[in-house]
């Protein structure tokens, strides 16, 4: 007999992501715990509005404190992900107005409560999730419901993610499972990811929009965690797309590549500064560590056998599609790390790999003998990264002999 808290064939059919973990009140009928009695009446005019403004009060009231994470790079993902959608539009593939509409709140709420440089992490609990949908969190039904449904997907899971282990690893290896959850004031063990699906899912909950809308929006922040987008031998795992909207959503968020050199690197430090703050690192090791993230993950998403497979608008199965400006961003960008790479590599061993002391007459030298790519490079890493006059130990594996154009 199916476990109460697991959806319909048909909806799975419709919306293949939403497996583990996901919002719990996707999981039941949850319309009855609703703590505002007139707010049907308020939904359909002004629910787009309203999200909006819910989203930006929950944005302001976060405190972000990392560098990259932040409420700039939701705008960024905004503007990427409209651009890939005209893209596509311009050869014929169609988007309704209400996933335009979509895509404009999944860019805002995928990272809303990404934990990247905050002291305090933030966490959920059963009781929290309750008051984020504006339930009775005194409610022993919906606390209850909301914990089944959450230890449903956990289970889920765990039972999915030790296949691929058992697929991919070796027996060395061990799989921790997730714990579930006793209490209503347990802390739920959540990424990041999921923790913002719950919480972008509570506001267009409060807002009216259906379950579909709530579904495909679900979907689209699942498909952006990075963590379990691959399995250990670079297959598609538990979080990699599996539509066409939510290849788009992953290539938007993940392609902080697009545009000019400068605001790349710039964006790049950011991520580095946020993820690694306190380590140091040479120029060269950043240009091995972006040459690691386009060909050990990015190349990966853009792999033939690795699109999912999605109807078309004439019913047709077909791979899903890459927009172009995509393929040619990534292509300009590996050249460009290529040709830093094979110029640093040429210069004094010390001032590249190992212990690094650069002083002030060793970058001059540097500077007189770089050319004018390495040199603009190096006025833009540098003070960031801060290598000047320390001791810098270079952690990042070489990929030179992995890196390989796209065609």
């Known amino acids: 007999m199916p476990n109460k ?11 293949p992501s939403l497996i583990g973990v996901i919002p719990p009140v996707l999981r039941f009928d949850a319309i009855k715990y609703l703590n505002v009695p007139d707010l049907r009446a308020y939904r359909a005019r002004y629910r ?9 009060e929950f944005q302001d009231h976060f405190a972000y404190e990392g560098k990259y994470h932040v409420p700039i790079h939701f705008l960024d993902v905004e503007a990427r992900l409209l651009d890939d959608i005209e893209n596509l539009r311009i050869i014929g593939i169609k988007f309704s107005l209400e996933k335009i509409a979509l895509a404009k709140i999944f860019s805002r709420t995928h990272d809303i409560v990404h934990n990247a440089g905050k002291e305090i992490p933030y966490f959920l609990t059963v009781k929290k999730i309750a008051n984020l949908y504006g339930f009775d969190s005194n409610c022993n039904k919906v606390l209850q419901e909301i914990m089944c449904a959450i230890n449903f997907g956990i289970e889920q899971d765990n039972i999915y993610s030790l296949a691929e282990h058992n697929s991919d690893s070796n027996s060395d290896s061990k799989f921790e499972p997730r714990e579930l959850i006793d209490t209503y004031h347990d802390h739920i063990k959540l990424s990041d990811e999921e923790m913002s699906g719950i919480v972008a899912d509570s506001i267009l909950y409060k807002c009216g929009f259906s379950d579909k809308e709530r579904r495909i929006l679900s979907g689209l922040i699942q498909a952006t965690e990075f963590r379990r987008s691959f399995t250990v031998v670079g297959k598609p795992g538990i979080k990699f797309p599996r539509t066409q909207f939510e290849l788009l959503a992953k290539l938007a968020d ?14 790049s430090l950011d991520l ?20 690691e993230f386009f ?25 899903a599609i890459v ?22 590599v040429k210069l004094p061993e010390d001032i590249t790999t190992g212990i690094i002391d650069l002083t002030k007459e060793t970058l001059s030298n540097i500077r007189a003998i770089a050319s004018d790519k390495l040199n603009g490079f190096l006025d833009l890493v540098l003070p960031a990264l801060n290598v000047t006059n320390c001791d810098t130990t270079s952690t990042v594996t070489d990929t030179s002999s992995s890196v390989i154009i796209i065609e």
Do not use: C
């Open 272 to 291: 580095i500064q946020e993820t690694f703050a306190g380590k140091k690192m040479s120029p060269l090791d950043f240009v091995d560590f972006e040459l």
């Open 48 to 56: 787009l509005d309203r999200a909006y403004q819910l989203i930006k």
């Open 5 to 15: 808290y697991e959806l319909q064939l048909q909806i799975l059919k419709q919306h």
């Open 323 to 344: 927009p172009q400006t995509f393929v040619r961003e990534v292509r300009a960008k590996l050249e460009y790390l290529e040709d830093l790479r094979q110029e640093l």
């Open 295 to 319: 060909n050990s993950f990015v190349k990966l998403v853009l792999k033939d056998e690795n699109l999912p497979i999605v109807r078309s608008s004439n019913g047709q199965l077909q791979k």
């Open 254 to 267: 993940i392609g902080s590549f697009y545009g000019s050199t400068e605001k790349w690197l710039k964006l």
